[in-house]
């Protein structure tokens, strides 16, 4: 048992087993568990049929788990000569490929040049028909058996209302209706009715168990067939994730919903979401940019919801709110908008130009505070003066003290001369340096701001991972599905238009200052790099006097320093 040779391959990065051959259908309950890459999927709301799937769900709890997936692979390769035949994923067999006799005398009653098609089998199936039981005719006309149902309850209760008021325990009001029938003639249509409602329930219920006991005959070739075309797709997206990773365009792992155009990007790796409450917990852990859409189409009143992965582009124009249209995998189309995004890097590129982005919303949003703060300053100042002219009495404030002020002022300036000295020194302090010593202060200073940010970017891309968003979804994933820088470019489409002049031209202000602000920055910094790796140049004679001073050093001592004089010294001399 333990002895079949199993194939493996590296499918999405990771080691996974090859389904191939129909020996490998026959022994996939020898498979060890660990090697499995999905334990257990949903039934519902995946692109592969879910009749097809709920026939594979054997205690119908709407998951289909790995021994039910091994157990449908025994019923196919007993049901079918040659197995093989799986592969084709076709809802067409041949007669002779049949093993199961009962299936094959029912297949050849439908067979077509030796062939059965599911197509064919369905259209036996509603043109089943059966010798129906007689239902029994209604006792009465529908208009009194409707009148009697709408007035049973309020002439049942006066005939009782009535009983009591016999017996002196009752009063019927005035305004209380009066049945124009004896209560015995009440009672008997009631009996009537009953028994031809009893009879005509019976009578549907038998003709349709004896049609669906005739449609029945018919079920196991349907799901022959269904699980001849779906089967070996399901051990595509539950053994080896293929159709995923799949080059071909035209193939859609069983949870790609469809396609998401949003901000001149189409992308695919879209999945319906069934609880949003676990994308919360489990989501963020795949390192994927995500945005979560609420779709509807008006036309149909079809909604629901899906999460989509975007993995190639820009994030500036993303946000909540933002509307696209989604296409589902039969092409119909839905209103999609943006209710919720869960952020991580989608490229490197844009993870360089992050910093930058936040020091350029950082200043607009110290431009705005600024400017708001002016506006209502004036706005106070006007109010102010209107007060004041509308009640000359009115106390007034105090004059202008420049005095109190004049610390500030010389602050301000006393900063903006270091700001001009820094300035004039970085210009200087840059001038003096060879062309490649500037590239080399650029580069380095590009890398200090925009380096953590790209390095986290990188390390976040290498560990992009669906499986926490296919866990979200009630998926039991056994192992990685990675998503590469390379496939996830494969994943989200952009725009490509060819070159053209802009005849509309705008305004450059908004660059000229961002440039300015970008060469400021890096000149400061460049300056201070500068001064940090640039130590203060030595001459050449200290070099020669520190040499000369290690070779000899009493020499040294009485050549280079003058003894101080004292006072014997000068008594001596005079």
């Not at 031809?196 to 038998?206: G, H, I, L, S, V």
């Not at 940010?453 to 192992?479: D, E, F, H, T, Y």
């Amino acid at each position: 048992m333990a002895n079949y040779k199993w194939s493996f391959a590296n499918v999405g990065g990771v080691t996974r087993v090859c389904i191939q051959s129909a020996e490998d259908i026959r022994h996939l309950g020898e498979l060890d568990k660990k090697m499995w890459t999905v334990l257990s999927c949903p039934v519902n709301g995946l692109e592969i049929s879910s009749d097809s799937l709920s026939l594979m769900d054997q205690d119908g709890d709407g998951q289909l788990r790995l021994k039910e997936v091994v157990a449908t692979a025994e019923w196919l390769c007993a049901t079918l000569k040659d197995p093989q035949s799986l592969f084709e994923q076709s809802d067409v067999i041949t007669i002779e490929n049949i093993a199961d006799e009962g299936i094959r005398v029912i297949g050849d009653r439908l067979q077509k040049e030796g062939k059965v098609a599911l197509a064919d089998v369905q259209a036996a199936i509603d043109a089943v028909t059966i010798e129906a039981q007689e239902v029994p005719a209604a006792p009465l006309e529908a208009d009194v058996i409707a009148a009697y149902k709408e007035k049973s309850a309020e002439y049942a209760a006066y005939f009782e209302q009535e009983k009591l008021q016999k017996l002196g325990l009752a009063l019927i009001p005035e305004d209380a209706p009066k049945p124009g029938m004896t209560e015995k003639k009440f009672v008997e249509m009631g009996k009537q009715i009953a028994d031809w409602e009893a009879a005509k329930a019976a009578a549907e219920t038998a003709n349709a168990d004896a049609l669906a006991a005739a449609k029945a005959e018919f079920e196991p070739l349907r799901k022959l067939l269904l699980l001849h075309r779906d089967f070996y797709r399901l051990l595509r997206n539950f053994v080896t994730l293929e159709d995923f990773y799949d080059n071909d365009e035209k193939t859609v792992a069983s949870f790609q919903a469809g396609t998401l155009i949003l901000d001149q990007r189409a992308c695919k790796l879209c999945i319906r979401v069934n609880d949003l409450a676990k994308h919360d917990s489990q989501a963020p852990l795949s390192g994927m940019y995500l945005l979560y859409c609420n779709c509807e189409n008006k036309k149909t009143g079809k909604k629901l919801q899906i999460v989509a992965a975007m993995t190639q582009g820009e994030i500036k124009n993303l946000s909540v709110g933002k509307n696209g249209i989604f296409y589902d995998n039969d092409g119909l189309d839905y209103d999609a908008t943006v209710f919720k995004i869960i952020e991580n890097p989608i490229s490197i590129r844009q993870a360089f130009w992050t910093p930058y982005r936040k020091m350029a919303k950082w200043v607009e949003d110290k431009i705005n505070k600024s400017a708001a703060e002016k506006d209502a300053k004036a706005f106070d100042d006007m109010t102010a003066k209107a007060d004041a002219a509308a009640n000359p009495n009115a106390e007034k404030k105090p004059a202008f003290d420049i005095a109190k002020f004049a610390g500030i002022f010389a602050a301000i300036g006393m900063a903006l001369g270091m700001i001009g000295t820094a300035l004039a020194a970085v210009a200087g302090g840059l001038a003096s340096l060879n062309w490649w010593q500037l590239i080399i202060v650029f580069i380095c200073i590009l890398l200090v701001i925009s380096g953590p940010s790209m390095i986290m970017a990188w390390m976040k891309l290498r560990r992009r991972n669906l499986a926490p968003v296919l866990n979200a979804n009630g998926w039991a994933v056994n192992a990685d599905a990675i998503i590469s820088v390379p496939f996830g470019l494969k994943l989200t489409e952009q725009v490509r238009f060819p070159f053209t002049k802009n005849p509309v031209k705008k305004s450059p202000a908004g660059k000229i200052c961002l440039v300015i602000l970008l060469l400021i920055i890096l000149g400061l910094g460049g300056y201070g790099i500068y001064k940090y790796i640039t130590k203060e140049e030595v001459t050449a004679e200290e070099v020669m006097e520190v040499t000369e001073t290690e070779a000899n050093p009493a020499l040294t001592l009485e050549e280079t320093e003058t003894p101080a004089e004292t006072p014997e010294t000068e008594k001596g001399a005079e």
